[in-house]
């Protein structure tokens, strides 16, 4: 069988790679000079730069299972301990985000009123339909939690509107916790019970990886790596203009395919062809990355963690700051801290107003508050990439996007979507993704 499949990011690069490695003849198209997508690392000036995503959870088996394959376990790193420290903004400053129960309630990030509602979160009514994912927390565990840990945690994954993005869409998992068990805490501990019931008799419980990792060059060496294996089934520069049904096989800029898996982002489907992909995908927003580097020494803030993330009560300019330096070895010399600084999504619509040299300003003033850098020290490295269309929102109305790609699919048996719009916007997800659309594609071939 012949495949054409649409996009080089990882979902794009995982479907090509498993139908290569089920021997089927296929041709990956990506429009760009570079496989990858989003995941982009880049050596400059003895810093390593990740413009995307910078560390996968060990979570998502499929690419944990992939990575020895493809000859990744040499370079595999995983963030220390330290890396496991996550900081949340206080008046400026850093505070570590409360890791258990004993450390929640006493946290100076939230009130006492707080940690006796969230004592009563057991109690409270599970509601059946979907909601905001601001509208479920607040009724589960209270506003202040809300605008305390929820709304930052929503701005460090989808650089998201918590009124807007949809709770079930964008976390299953604590809609799941709430159906299964009535509430979040019943539910996360009968899900523990239940996978403790189901393990084998006798068979000792697997040891989990916690920690987020990457490889010693980036997570552009998983993209290089299945870019690699695919050689020339991989035409970079070469964008998809023209896509049509001819019979029963589909026409991908006039060479003819048995089928079709496209990984194209929801926001080119309109302009590729709207007569034939679902309508109304999810909406984009846009993020800018800047990477800025100081001298150790002139740094006071802690940085003995992952990064620190920003409610938007704090009125700051930026969504929040990775401590790059900390996380993985050989990201910047070994007496500087590499900071990686988010700015952007769906509630800081006017950074796309902004040149890249002002967003860097910009970044570069907030930074010098928040991690008390010594007065009038300039960073020593400054760089910035802006993603106009960098993540997908999962928002009140993604349920109902999902159901017309599920119907387009049912319609068009030999042409399959997948990519981060539909199931989960991670890397984990997306590279599942890639391998799923094969699993649905091939059982519809061969009928
Ligand atoms: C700033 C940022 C930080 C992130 N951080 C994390 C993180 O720390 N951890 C994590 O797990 N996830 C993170 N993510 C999410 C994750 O990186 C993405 O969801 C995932 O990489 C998307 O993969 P994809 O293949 O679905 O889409 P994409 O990477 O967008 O790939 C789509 C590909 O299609 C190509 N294309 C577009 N139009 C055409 C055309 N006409 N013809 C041919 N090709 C075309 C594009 O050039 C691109 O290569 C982050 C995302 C961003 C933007």
Redo the contacts with the bound molecule.
């Keep these: 069988m012949k495949v054409a499949v ?8 995982a479907a090509g790679w498993k139908l290569q490695n089920l021997s089927h003849e296929v041709v990956v ?4 000079g570079r ?5 982009k690392t880049d050596r400059v000036d003895g810093y390593l730069l990740e ?7 060990p979570s998502y088996n499929a690419l944990m299972d992939a990575l020895p394959g493809l000859g990744l376990m040499d370079s595999y790193i995983e963030a220390g301990d330290e890396g496991r420290n996550r900081f949340i903004c206080l008046d400026g400053r850093p505070v570590p985000l409360p890791m258990g129960p004993g450390r929640l309630l006493s946290t100076p990030l939230l009130s006492a009123r707080a940690k006796l509602r969230l004592l009563k979160e057991p109690f409270v009514a599970p509601h059946p339909d979907d909601e905001s994912v601001a509208a479920f927390f607040t009724r589960r565990v209270g506003p202040e939690i809300v605008t305390r840990l929820i709304d930052p945690f929503i701005s460090g994954v989808y650089a998201g509107d918590p009124d807007k993005l949809s709770v079930a869409s964008a976390f299953p998992i604590f809609k799941g916790f709430e159906r299964d068990g009535g509430s979040l805490i019943k539910g996360a501990v009968k899900r523990m019970l239940s996978a403790r019931k189901n393990r084998p008799a006798g068979q000792p419980r697997e040891k989990r990886r916690r920690n987020m990792y990457s490889f010693r060059q980036g997570l552009s060496q998983i993209t290089a790596a299945l870019a690699e294996r695919l050689g020339g089934q991989l035409l970079l520069n ?4 023209e896509i049509q049904k001819k019979g029963d096989r589909w026409s991908v800029n006039g060479e003819a395919y048995d089928a079709v898996i496209s ?3 929801a926001f ?1 489907w309109a302009a ?1 062809n709207g007569d034939l992909f679902p309508q109304n995908g999810p909406e984009y927003c846009s ?1 800018t ?1 800047v990477h800025l580097a100081y001298p150790k020494s002139a740094v006071k803030a802690r940085t003995d963690g992952f990064g620190m993330l920003i409610p938007a009560v704090e009125n700051r300019k930026i969504l929040g700051l990775l401590f790059d330096s900390s996380l993985f070895p050989d990201r910047a010399p070994e007496d500087q801290h590499l900071f990686t600084i ?1 700015m952007g999504g769906a509630r800081n619509r006017w950074t796309t107003d902004k040149t890249l040299a002002e967003l860097i300003e910009i970044a570069q003033a907030e930074v010098a508050g928040l991690m008390i850098i010594e007065e009038g020290m300039p960073p020593l490295f400054s760089r910035a990439h802006r ?1 106009t269309h ?2 997908p929102q999962y928002d009140m109305g993604h349920p109902a996007a999902v159901k017309r790609m599920d119907d387009f699919e049912a319609q068009q048996h030999n042409f399959v979507l ?4 539909r199931n989960g ?6 590279f599942e ?2 391998l799923d659309a094969v699993e649905r594609l091939l059982p519809k071939m061969d009928a």
């Design positions: 649409l996009g080089a990011g990882i979902s794009g690069l198209y990506e429009s760009s496989a990858g997508g989003k995941i413009s995307g995503p910078h560390a996968i959870m070469s964008p998809v203009e990984t194209l982002p080119k590729l993020v990355v988010f993603w960098a993540i997948a990519g981060n719009y916007i991670s890397v984990g997800h997306a993704s890639g």
